[in-house]
Protein backbone atom coordinates (compact mmCIF):
# COMPACT_ATOMS: atom_id res chain seq x y z
CA UNK A 1 0.00 0.00 0.00
CA UNK A 2 2.81 2.55 0.78
CA UNK A 3 4.57 1.69 -2.49
CA UNK A 4 1.33 2.25 -4.46
CA UNK A 5 1.19 6.10 -2.39
CA UNK A 6 4.53 6.66 -3.28
CA UNK A 7 4.38 5.58 -6.84
CA UNK A 8 1.11 7.97 -7.48
CA UNK A 9 3.24 10.83 -5.28
CA UNK A 10 5.87 10.17 -7.63
CA UNK A 11 3.28 10.94 -10.83
CA UNK A 12 2.17 13.94 -9.58
CA UNK A 13 5.79 15.29 -8.83
CA UNK A 14 6.50 14.44 -12.45
CA UNK A 15 3.28 16.21 -13.38
CA UNK A 16 4.12 19.08 -11.11
CA UNK A 17 7.74 20.01 -12.66
CA UNK A 18 6.59 19.16 -16.05
CA UNK A 19 4.37 22.07 -15.50
CA UNK A 20 6.51 24.31 -13.99
CA UNK A 21 9.28 23.52 -16.91
CA UNK A 22 6.26 24.24 -19.71
CA UNK A 23 5.69 27.77 -17.07
CA UNK A 24 9.04 29.13 -17.41
CA UNK A 25 9.03 28.23 -21.22
CA UNK A 26 6.08 30.65 -21.41
CA UNK A 27 8.22 33.44 -19.83
CA UNK A 28 10.03 33.07 -23.33
CA UNK A 29 7.57 33.17 -25.99
CA UNK A 30 5.83 29.84 -28.22
CA UNK A 31 9.44 29.14 -28.87
CA UNK A 32 10.04 28.58 -25.15
CA UNK A 33 6.92 26.58 -24.92
CA UNK A 34 8.06 24.17 -27.92
CA UNK A 35 11.24 24.11 -26.46
CA UNK A 36 9.95 23.70 -22.72
CA UNK A 37 7.61 20.71 -23.51
CA UNK A 38 10.70 18.46 -25.49
CA UNK A 39 12.56 19.26 -22.01
CA UNK A 40 10.12 18.19 -19.74
CA UNK A 41 9.25 14.82 -21.82
CA UNK A 42 13.17 13.84 -21.73
CA UNK A 43 13.27 14.78 -18.12
CA UNK A 44 10.51 12.55 -17.27
CA UNK A 45 12.27 9.91 -18.98
CA UNK A 46 15.79 10.12 -17.78
CA UNK A 47 14.02 10.86 -14.05
CA UNK A 48 12.21 7.72 -14.54
CA UNK A 49 15.15 5.60 -16.01
CA UNK A 50 18.05 6.95 -14.48
CA UNK A 51 17.86 9.49 -11.85
CA UNK A 52 19.98 6.88 -9.44
CA UNK A 53 22.86 7.29 -11.95
CA UNK A 54 22.72 11.19 -10.50
CA UNK A 55 23.50 9.96 -7.01
CA UNK A 56 26.14 7.68 -7.74
CA UNK A 57 27.43 9.48 -9.98
CA UNK A 58 27.83 13.00 -7.21
CA UNK A 59 29.34 10.32 -4.53
CA UNK A 60 31.54 9.11 -6.89
CA UNK A 61 30.62 5.52 -6.46
CA UNK A 62 31.62 2.54 -7.87
CA UNK A 63 30.10 -1.33 -7.66
CA UNK A 64 31.98 -3.47 -5.31
CA UNK A 65 32.50 -7.18 -5.46
CA UNK A 66 32.03 -9.55 -2.63
CA UNK A 67 35.41 -10.07 -2.47
CA UNK A 68 36.29 -6.16 -1.87
CA UNK A 69 33.61 -5.75 0.75
CA UNK A 70 32.94 -9.36 2.45
CA UNK A 71 31.23 -7.64 5.44
CA UNK A 72 29.42 -5.13 3.76
CA UNK A 73 28.27 -8.12 1.38
CA UNK A 74 26.77 -9.99 3.84
CA UNK A 75 24.91 -7.91 6.17
CA UNK A 76 23.17 -6.50 2.87
CA UNK A 77 22.67 -10.35 1.84
CA UNK A 78 21.31 -11.38 5.45
CA UNK A 79 18.94 -8.74 5.81
CA UNK A 80 17.49 -8.62 2.24
CA UNK A 81 17.40 -12.25 2.66
CA UNK A 82 15.33 -11.94 6.11
CA UNK A 83 12.95 -9.56 4.47
CA UNK A 84 12.82 -12.08 1.14
CA UNK A 85 13.32 -9.36 -1.38
CA UNK A 86 16.07 -9.05 -3.89
CA UNK A 87 19.05 -8.60 -3.25
CA UNK A 88 20.15 -4.76 -4.40
CA UNK A 89 23.37 -4.00 -6.09
CA UNK A 90 26.34 -3.11 -3.64
CA UNK A 91 28.14 0.15 -4.09
CA UNK A 92 31.34 2.03 -2.43
CA UNK A 93 31.88 5.63 -2.21
CA UNK A 94 35.71 6.32 -1.17
CA UNK A 95 34.02 9.77 0.85
CA UNK A 96 35.95 9.89 4.36
CA UNK A 97 32.20 11.36 5.23
CA UNK A 98 30.29 8.84 7.29
CA UNK A 99 26.97 7.83 5.02
CA UNK A 100 24.30 5.39 3.52
CA UNK A 101 22.06 5.84 0.79
CA UNK A 102 19.95 3.43 -1.26
CA UNK A 103 18.63 4.69 -5.06
CA UNK A 104 16.39 2.97 -7.64
CA UNK A 105 13.39 3.32 -9.51
CA UNK A 106 12.23 -0.29 -7.68
CA UNK A 107 13.39 -3.33 -5.44
CA UNK A 108 14.72 -5.06 -8.34
CA UNK A 109 16.51 -2.29 -9.58
CA UNK A 110 17.80 -1.04 -6.65
CA UNK A 111 21.62 0.12 -5.18
CA UNK A 112 22.98 0.63 -1.80
CA UNK A 113 25.72 2.86 -1.21
CA UNK A 114 27.94 2.98 1.49
CA UNK A 115 31.03 5.49 1.75
CA UNK A 116 33.72 4.35 3.16
CA UNK A 117 33.44 6.66 6.24
CA UNK A 118 30.67 4.90 7.36
CA UNK A 119 32.35 1.52 7.30
CA UNK A 120 35.51 2.86 9.31
CA UNK A 121 32.73 4.47 11.64
CA UNK A 122 30.32 1.78 12.71
CA UNK A 123 30.77 -2.01 14.22
CA UNK A 124 28.86 -4.88 12.50
CA UNK A 125 25.88 -3.90 14.53
CA UNK A 126 25.00 -0.81 13.75
CA UNK A 127 26.02 -1.39 10.43
CA UNK A 128 23.02 -3.64 9.92
CA UNK A 129 20.94 -1.24 11.77
CA UNK A 130 22.34 1.27 8.74
CA UNK A 131 21.14 -1.30 5.77
CA UNK A 132 18.25 -2.10 7.07
CA UNK A 133 17.19 1.46 7.03
CA UNK A 134 18.40 1.43 3.64
CA UNK A 135 16.50 -1.57 2.67
CA UNK A 136 13.08 -0.63 4.20
CA UNK A 137 13.09 2.38 1.52
CA UNK A 138 13.90 0.59 -1.28
CA UNK A 139 10.65 -2.72 -0.17
CA UNK A 140 8.34 1.09 0.37
CA UNK A 141 9.67 2.03 -2.82
CA UNK A 142 10.91 5.64 -1.49
CA UNK A 143 13.56 5.70 -3.77
CA UNK A 144 11.86 6.36 -6.53
CA UNK A 145 9.86 8.91 -5.15
CA UNK A 146 13.45 10.45 -3.67
CA UNK A 147 15.77 9.54 -7.19
CA UNK A 148 12.95 11.53 -9.12
CA UNK A 149 12.94 14.48 -6.46
CA UNK A 150 16.80 14.75 -6.69
CA UNK A 151 16.85 14.76 -10.56
CA UNK A 152 14.05 17.78 -10.69
CA UNK A 153 15.22 19.75 -8.53
CA UNK A 154 19.02 19.45 -10.42
CA UNK A 155 16.55 20.07 -12.95
CA UNK A 156 15.15 23.55 -12.01
CA UNK A 157 18.90 24.46 -10.60
CA UNK A 158 19.60 24.08 -14.26
CA UNK A 159 16.58 26.24 -15.97
CA UNK A 160 17.71 28.67 -13.66
CA UNK A 161 21.36 29.09 -14.25
CA UNK A 162 20.25 29.08 -18.36
CA UNK A 163 17.71 32.11 -17.87
CA UNK A 164 20.93 33.73 -16.43
CA UNK A 165 22.69 33.11 -19.36
CA UNK A 166 20.33 34.75 -21.91
CA UNK A 167 21.18 37.95 -23.33
CA UNK A 168 19.49 40.96 -21.52
CA UNK A 169 17.53 44.31 -23.30
CA UNK A 170 14.78 41.83 -25.29
CA UNK A 171 11.37 43.62 -25.60
CA UNK A 172 8.24 41.97 -23.99
CA UNK A 173 6.99 40.30 -27.04
CA UNK A 174 11.00 38.61 -28.02
CA UNK A 175 11.58 37.40 -24.27
CA UNK A 176 11.93 37.39 -20.32
CA UNK A 177 13.07 40.71 -19.11
CA UNK A 178 15.09 41.13 -15.65
CA UNK A 179 12.20 40.82 -12.88
CA UNK A 180 11.34 37.44 -14.93
CA UNK A 181 14.53 36.14 -14.67
CA UNK A 182 15.24 37.64 -10.65
CA UNK A 183 11.46 35.64 -10.21
CA UNK A 184 13.70 32.45 -11.93
CA UNK A 185 16.79 32.81 -9.64
CA UNK A 186 14.41 33.07 -6.62
CA UNK A 187 11.42 30.78 -7.40
CA UNK A 188 14.29 28.13 -8.66
CA UNK A 189 16.08 26.97 -5.83
CA UNK A 190 13.10 27.70 -4.33
CA UNK A 191 11.01 25.26 -5.52
CA UNK A 192 14.13 22.61 -5.49
CA UNK A 193 14.29 22.87 -1.60
CA UNK A 194 10.37 22.26 -1.25
CA UNK A 195 10.44 18.65 -3.61
CA UNK A 196 13.37 18.09 -1.34
CA UNK A 197 11.23 18.81 2.06
CA UNK A 198 8.28 17.00 0.60
CA UNK A 199 9.68 13.63 0.41
CA UNK A 200 12.25 13.18 2.93
CA UNK A 201 11.13 13.66 6.96
CA UNK A 202 8.61 11.56 7.37
CA UNK A 203 10.05 8.76 5.12
CA UNK A 204 13.16 8.62 7.44
CA UNK A 205 11.09 8.09 10.63
CA UNK A 206 9.12 5.44 8.81
CA UNK A 207 12.25 3.88 7.31
CA UNK A 208 13.81 3.82 11.11
CA UNK A 209 10.78 2.10 12.25
CA UNK A 210 11.00 -0.79 9.31
CA UNK A 211 14.89 -1.35 10.00
CA UNK A 212 14.52 -1.71 13.17
CA UNK A 213 11.96 -4.22 13.13
CA UNK A 214 13.44 -5.81 10.13
CA UNK A 215 16.72 -6.49 12.74
CA UNK A 216 14.89 -6.89 15.68
CA UNK A 217 17.27 -4.39 17.32
CA UNK A 218 16.19 -0.84 17.26
CA UNK A 219 18.82 0.07 19.77
CA UNK A 220 21.46 -0.67 17.29
CA UNK A 221 20.45 1.66 14.85
CA UNK A 222 19.81 4.42 17.52
CA UNK A 223 23.71 3.61 18.13
CA UNK A 224 24.93 4.02 14.67
CA UNK A 225 22.61 7.57 14.07
CA UNK A 226 24.13 9.29 17.58
CA UNK A 227 27.61 8.08 15.49
CA UNK A 228 26.63 9.59 12.08
CA UNK A 229 25.80 12.73 13.85
CA UNK A 230 29.16 13.58 15.32
CA UNK A 231 30.69 11.92 11.83
CA UNK A 232 28.77 14.78 9.60
CA UNK A 233 29.49 17.39 11.74
CA UNK A 234 33.06 16.78 11.73
CA UNK A 235 33.30 16.01 8.58
CA UNK A 236 30.49 16.92 6.08
CA UNK A 237 30.70 16.89 3.17
CA UNK A 238 31.55 20.49 0.51
CA UNK A 239 28.50 22.11 -0.20
CA UNK A 240 28.36 21.70 -4.13
CA UNK A 241 25.51 21.56 -6.30
CA UNK A 242 25.72 18.18 -7.67
CA UNK A 243 26.10 16.98 -3.87
CA UNK A 244 23.45 18.92 -2.26
CA UNK A 245 20.71 17.84 -4.86
CA UNK A 246 21.67 14.17 -3.95
CA UNK A 247 21.63 14.83 0.34
CA UNK A 248 17.87 14.15 0.52
CA UNK A 249 18.94 10.40 -0.12
CA UNK A 250 21.22 10.26 2.83
CA UNK A 251 20.58 8.13 5.98
CA UNK A 252 22.19 11.60 7.83
CA UNK A 253 22.11 14.81 7.00
CA UNK A 254 25.59 15.13 5.41
CA UNK A 255 25.93 19.15 5.65
CA UNK A 256 25.52 18.71 9.67
CA UNK A 257 22.97 21.80 9.59
CA UNK A 258 22.08 23.35 12.90
CA UNK A 259 19.82 25.81 14.33
CA UNK A 260 18.00 28.15 12.16
CA UNK A 261 19.43 26.42 8.56
CA UNK A 262 17.76 23.28 10.39
CA UNK A 263 14.34 24.39 9.21
CA UNK A 264 15.48 23.85 5.63
CA UNK A 265 17.21 20.88 6.28
CA UNK A 266 16.64 17.42 4.50
CA UNK A 267 16.26 15.42 7.51
CA UNK A 268 14.09 15.45 10.65
CA UNK A 269 15.96 15.65 13.87
CA UNK A 270 18.89 13.39 14.76
CA UNK A 271 17.63 13.56 18.15
CA UNK A 272 14.16 12.89 17.63
CA UNK A 273 14.73 9.80 15.34
CA UNK A 274 17.23 8.27 18.26
CA UNK A 275 14.53 8.97 20.67
CA UNK A 276 11.62 7.16 18.78
CA UNK A 277 14.26 4.19 18.57
CA UNK A 278 14.70 4.02 22.41
CA UNK A 279 11.18 3.97 22.69
CA UNK A 280 10.75 1.44 20.13
CA UNK A 281 13.44 -0.36 22.40
CA UNK A 282 12.67 0.02 25.75
Not at 128 to 157: F, K
Not at 224 to 236: C, E, I, N, Q, W
Amino acid sequence: MHGRHNGTRTALLLGLMSALIMGVGSVFGSTGVLLALLVAIGLNGFAYWRSDTLSLRAMRARPVSEFEAPELYRVVRELSTAARRPMPRVYLSPTDAPNAFATGRSPRHATVCCTRGILRLLDERELRGVIAHELSHIHNRDILLASVAGCLASAVMLLVHLAWLLPFGRTEEDGPGLVELLLLAVLGPLAATVIRLAVSRSREYGADAAGARLTGDPLALASALRKLDVGTSRLPLPGEPRLRTASHLMIANPFGCTGRRGLFATHPPMKERIARLERMGS
